[in-house]
Every structure is written in structure tokens, then in C-alpha cells.
């Protein structure tokens, strides 16, 4: 009965995608079937069609061209890892990062939801493309949604539409996904501004290759290229067919001598990872241009380089904090052309968030609609607010960021959120060393006492809600993907940063932002083997002097302090982290506990240089 009023696919689709999207239009019965074009056309029905039904509202086009504001449910408004589940058919396969339910018993409970779900609504086809069209590194999607600002963001955060769906010929292989706001419409039932249901389930199937979300229309819950497809499934093929995919920012950059680089980047959500990728550098002569500012895919090439590539085509960024004196690059990406999702609104008809300007406007209405004055006690926008806007159009995309053939990885930098311990900058000893650096990654979930460590929130390359597998395997990937470029020896250099290193009174040893290039530098010298090191108890550090903080406001002992070692508190860490590894049993690399128990008898040298020393004085 459906039938007559489902678009057709278009001429030529493969058959196998036909099939599928009748499949799921019998079981999700929508009122009609959208394959998506990607074309500008189909994307401005689509705006008017949400202006129209109160999902947007167009912003004023003087301040902020062809740009929209999106109130979500308040209580959709942000991932929800709680109900984000890994359904490979081996429990030990998710591993103790990861929620598991045995594949059967989700498929029987997605069924039962899906049944209906879409009624009274559009089901919308997105093919897509993660990575550029043609490049050997990218990878296809499918995406079915019954909300137009799935549809309108999946267009602008991948390569979406007719060019994908024409490559996505018989053979070729492509991720299914799924996505429904599971709010069914009853003949005549007026809708609502942001559908979405109390039940949500975010669920991944990794043998294979498939994507349900049911309840959530926000953010990685709902545009599923991103954490579902780029990151949880993708990291599944990646280890099948020996690449990576990682929570990685990418970067161009060009030193004083002209010598291009190319670094990845991996630091857990809320660690500036935007910021750092659109970084102004503070030093005279250097450039850093953006590849990427969320996901890399990193493949090692015939020739043994390690190639990177990003497979998004916008990015989905955190807008408090984005600020003309933190990231006027942001700043200026977002001029027009950019959908805002729970951000204020100004009596102008243009945006505002806490820290876009320093000072709030005297007027606002907050993200969900009320009236809001600066003398309120709530934030005017949503602390997950949200820019999504075409990488292209942020004026520092460096010219290679579409190359098919990738960028080549000189560098890889993994950091955290660190009051204490970790050094401002460390060069790992060698590659399984670096996978150590990234396999401990973390922030402090409390501010830490003195001499003591706060609670770690452990964060394994960035990769805690995003590893589609058992995360000790993902180390164990890496350890293996290391082996491969070794044979080339043209092994990337493994860095650990922490900008967020604190002093005794709690205030901030390192300014961060702009300042930070100056360690990109220290790291980029060391690639180009002009750097002096000295070798520590964590790694290398850069000799005094090193590290160019000439024109720096830092206060005397600051530098000392962003790169002491305290070795009973890091006796502490390395406890915590054995406790840590051992929540991964007999799946823990050999190679991990090894690099544990040389940074332990390196620390308890340390210890006792210094009684030794301490008792002859
Ligand atoms: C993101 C995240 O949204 O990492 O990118 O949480
Ligand atoms: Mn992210």
C-alpha cells in the first residue's frame, strides 16, 4: 500500500541498496521514501520545509547568511554513551570500555521499536562518502533518517548524495545505518519542533557493519558518519584490514625553513582539540594549517609511510568557548551558511555563546527559548552547544586536506586534561613506548590534592566511547601497525602533551591556546633532528632552552614545575594504571606491562638518586 507513494530509487542504484531501503520502509512504514541528491536545491527544501514546521529558525541574513538556529529537546542534547552499545557476537570482543548486548537480543528489541516508527514522517536515503570521493582510504555509507536536519547535517559533515551513491557499485562494500527519532505520527497528530524518544538506543554491530539509533536526533546519537560509522564501526574494519581509525585531529604544518609536516593528534572530548586545529601560531615563521579537526583514518602506504586522511567534510564543533580571542578562526569559519543547535539567541536575529565575546550581550533568549539576561544563573547556551558548518569554508584548510593519497604522518601527539604529573611535553623512546602514551591517556575527574593524583578518568587514545572493539586489541593494533612501518623505517615520532599542568594555587603553569605552537615547534625540530633532549624517566624532554618561551609571561620556576617528577605521586599513577590494565585480563598486549614496568624502575631509580642524594647533603 506503501508502495505508490515511495520515490523511486534513482535509475541505476544498486540493486543491494534497493533491497535494503524497501526492507526498512516495510518495517519503519514512513509516509513516503527521499533519496538524497546532496544537491544545494534539495538542501534549501529542506531548510524551508524545518523554518516552516519550527525545527529552525532562519537567522537574521545580515549578521549570519543562510544560517539557522536548531532548539533541541532539553533532554536531547548530547551523546548518550550510557545507551551506546557494542553488539559484536563475542562479549570479550566489546571488552570492559564498551556496553555489550548479544546481537540477537538487540536486533529482537530494535525490531520491536522499529516497527512503525517512521510513520507520518519522510524516510530520507543519504549515500555518502567518508573521506574523498575516489580515495582509496575512503570508505561508503548508507544512511536512512526520518529527520531533515539529520538529512541537512549529513550533507554538510560528509560527501553526501548522487556522487556517492553512483560509486557505491555492486561489490562495493558500504556500512548500513539506520536512524530514527522513534516518534510516529498518528494520522492528523501535529508535530513538534524536535522529535525524539525517552528510549534511546545508539547500537553498533561490527561484524557486520551496521548501525541502529533509535530515540535521539542529536549530535553523534543521530548523524551516525561520525562517532558511529567513522570512528566505532571503522575502527572495526580498520583492524580487519590493517589501518586505523582514531579521535584524532590532523595538521599541516610549515616551519621557518619552509619543511612541511603533517601531525595527528588524539585528546578526549572538552581538551581544546578544535582549537589546537585551527592554532594561530604564536612564533614567528611558522604556519599550521587544518586537515582535520575530529577523525583521522591512518593507513600505512606501499611505501611504509603512515597516510592520513579525514573523512569528514564538516566539522560538528562545541560552540561555548569558541571565542574571538580563543579561536578567531573558528570564529571566522562560522560567518554564514552554519546550522547552531541550542546556542542564544540575540534580539538581532544572530547567535551568541558563553565565551564568544567576553562580554554578554545585555538581551538574550537562552536555548530553549527564554528570555535571558547576563544576572542569570543558567548559561545562555547549552554547555554542548553546536556549530556545524563545511570544513571548506574555514580559511585555514590547508590545500592538501582532500588529497586522495592522504597527507603523510610525521608526528603523533596524544594528550590529556592533567593537573598533575604529566609533563608539558614528552617524546616517547619509540613507537611501543608511544602506544604506552596513548594507551594511558586521562584527565582528572577532581581537582588533585597537593602531592597526590585526583581520580583519573582513563581515556586510551581518546578512543573510551569511540573503539568499536576491545580497546586492548586496539594497542595491540597499533603495536602491529608499528611493526609494519618499522620494516619501512619510516616510523612517525610519538609525542605526549598536557597543557593543562597546574601550580600549587590551582592557576594554569602553561597559557595554552596561540602559546602551544611553541611545543608543536619543539616537536617538529626533534622530527627534523634539530631539537636537543634529554632523556627522563617518562621519555624525552626538552633540554633547558630548548623549548623557545622567549616574549612568554611565565613566572620563574613555571617550567621547572610543567616538567617535574614527583616519584611517589607517579608511583601512585603507575599503580592505578596497572589497576586499569587489569581490567583487560589476558587480552593486555605483553608489550603494555612491559612499558609499565620499565617507566616503574625508572621512577624508583629516580626515588632513590634522590634519598641518595638527600642523605649525603
Ligand atoms: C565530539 C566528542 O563531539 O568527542 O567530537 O565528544
Ligand atoms: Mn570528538
Known amino acids: 500500500m506503501h508502495d505508490a507513494s515511495w520515490a523511486l530509487a534513482p535509475e541505476g542504484t544498486n540493486p543491494e541498496i534497493v533491497a535494503w531501503v524497501e526492507q526498512l520502509a516495510h518495517l519503519l512504514t514512513p509516509d513516503t521514501v527521499v533519496w538524497c541528491d546532496g544537491s544545494v536545491r534539495e538542501r534549501d527544501g529542506l531548510n524551508r520545509l524545518m523554518v516552516a514546521n519550527g525545527t529552525l529558525i532562519q537567522l537574521n541574513p545580515e549578521h549570519r547568511p543562510y544560517s539557522f538556529l536548531a532548539r533541541s529537546h532539553p533532554a536531547d542534547v548530547a551523546r548518550v554513551e550510557s545507551r551506546t552499545f557494542i553488539c559484536s557476537d563475542d562479549e570479550a570482543d566489546a571488552g570492559p570500555s564498551n556496553n555489550w548486548i548479544a546481537p540477537g537480543e538487540m536486533r529482537a528489541t530494535l525490531a520491536g521499536l522499529a516497527e512503525g516508527a517512521m510513520r507520518g514522517r519522510t524516510m530520507y536515503v543519504l549515500p555518502f562518502s567518508m573521506g574523498p570521493l575516489d580515495s582509496p582510504l575512503s570508505r561508503f555509507g548508507v544512511q536512512v533518517t526520518d ?22 557499485t555492486p561489490g562495493t562494500s558500504w556500512v548500513r545505518a539506520v536512524h530514527t527519532v522513534g516518534a510516529p505520527l498518528a494520522p492528523g497528530e501535529v508535530d513538534v519542533a524536535w522529535p525524539s524518544n525517552e528510549t534511546k538506543y545508539i547500537s553498533h554491530f561490527p561484524e557486520t557493519r551496521e548501525i541502529w ?18 570512528l566505532r564501526i571503522a575502527s572495526a574494519m580498520a583492524r580487519d584490514e590493517g589501518w586505523l581509525a582514531e579521535h ?28 589546537l586545529a585551527m ?14 579537526d575530529d577523525i583521522a583514518w591512518l593507513a600505512p602506504d606501499s611505501w611504509g609511510r603512515l597516510k592520513a586522511i579525514n573523512p569528514e567534510a564538516g566539522f560538528f564543533g562545541v560552540a561555548p568557548g569558541t571565542g574571538v580571542s580563543t579561536n578567531q578562526t573558528a570564529v571566522d569559519t562560522l560567518w554564514g551558511n552554519t546550522i547552531f543547535t541550542n546556542v542564544a539567541l540575540q534580539d538581532d536575529g544572530d547567535v551568541w ?35 556545524t558548518v563545511a570544513a571548506a569554508q574555514c580559511p585555514t584548510m590547508s590545500d592538501d586536506w582532500e588529497d586522495p593519497a592522504g597527507v603523510t604522518i610525521d608526528a603523533i601527539i596524544f594528550g590529556g586534561r592533567r593537573a598533575t604529573n604529566v609533563p608539558l611535553v614528552v617524546e616517547a623512546r619509540d613507537w611501543d613506548h608511544g602506544v604506552f602514551l596513548g594507551a594511558t591517556i586521562s584527565s582528572e575527574r577532581t581537582a588533585a590534592a597537593e602531592g597526590t593524583i585526583g581520580e583519573l578518568r582513563r581515556d586510551p587514545f581518546a578512543m573510551a566511547p569511540f573503539c568499536g572493539y576491545n580497546m586492548a586489541d586496539h594497542w595491540q593494533h597499533w603495536l602491529d601497525v608499528g611493526g609494519q612501518l618499522r620494516r619501512s623505517g619510516r616510523v612517525p615520532r610519538i609525542f605526549q602533551v598536557n597543557w593543562f599542568r597546574k601550580d600549587d594555587d590551582g592557576s594554569f603553569l602553561w597559557p595554552g591556546f596561540a602559546e602551544n605552537s611553541r611545543v608543536l615547534a619543539w616537536i617538529l625540530d626533534r622530527v627534523d633532528g634539530v631539537a636537543p633532549a634529554v632523556p627522563g624517566p617518562l621519555g624525552w624532554t626538552p633540554t633547558p632552552g630548548a623549548l623557545n618561551v622567549q616574549g612568554l609571561d611565565l613566572a620563574d620556576d613555571a617550567l621547572a614545575k610543567l616538567f617535574e617528577v614527583d616519584p611517589a605521586a607517579w608511583s601512585d599513577e603507575l599503580d592505578d594504571t596497572e589497576r586499569f590494565f587489569g581490567t583487560f585480563g589476558d587480552r593486555l598486549p605483553e608489550s603494555m606491562s612491559r612499558q609499565l614496568a620499565v617507566v616503574r624502575e625508572r621512577i624508583e631509580a629516580v626515588a632513590a638518586a634522590r634519598a641518595e642524594h638527600a642523605s649525603a647533603a
Not at 539509533?213 to 567513522?230: R, T
Not at 621557518?256 to 593528534?265: E, S
Not at 592554532?279 to 587544518?290: A, C, D, F, K, N
Open 248 to 275: 584524532m585531529l590532523l595538521l599541516k604544518v610549515t616551519n621557518p625553513r619552509g619543511r612541511v609536516f603533517h601531525v595527528a593528534a588524539a585528546f578526549p572530548s572538552a581538551c581544546g582539540k578544535t582549537n
Open 353 to 387: 555563546w558563553e565565551g564568544l565575546t567576553d562580554t554578554p550581550p545585555s538581551n538574550l533568549t537562552d536555548w530553549q527559548g527564554e528570555p535571558w539576561t547576563p544576572s542569570a544563573d543558567r548559561p545562555a547556551a547549552h554547555p554542548n552547544s553546536r556549530f
Open 279 to 292: 592554532l594561530r601560531p604564536s612564533i614567528p615563521g611558522w604556519q599550521v594549517e587544518t586537515v582535520g
Open 147 to 168: 529527520s531533515p536536519y539529520v538529512a541537512v547535517s549529513t550533507g554538510i559533515m560528509t560527501r553526501m548524495g548522487s556522487a556517492a551513491l553512483e560509486r557505491i
Open 213 to 230: 539509533s533509535y530515540g535521539s536526533a542529536y549530535g553523534g546519537n543521530a548523524l551516525l558518519a561520525k562517532k558511529a560509522f567513522a
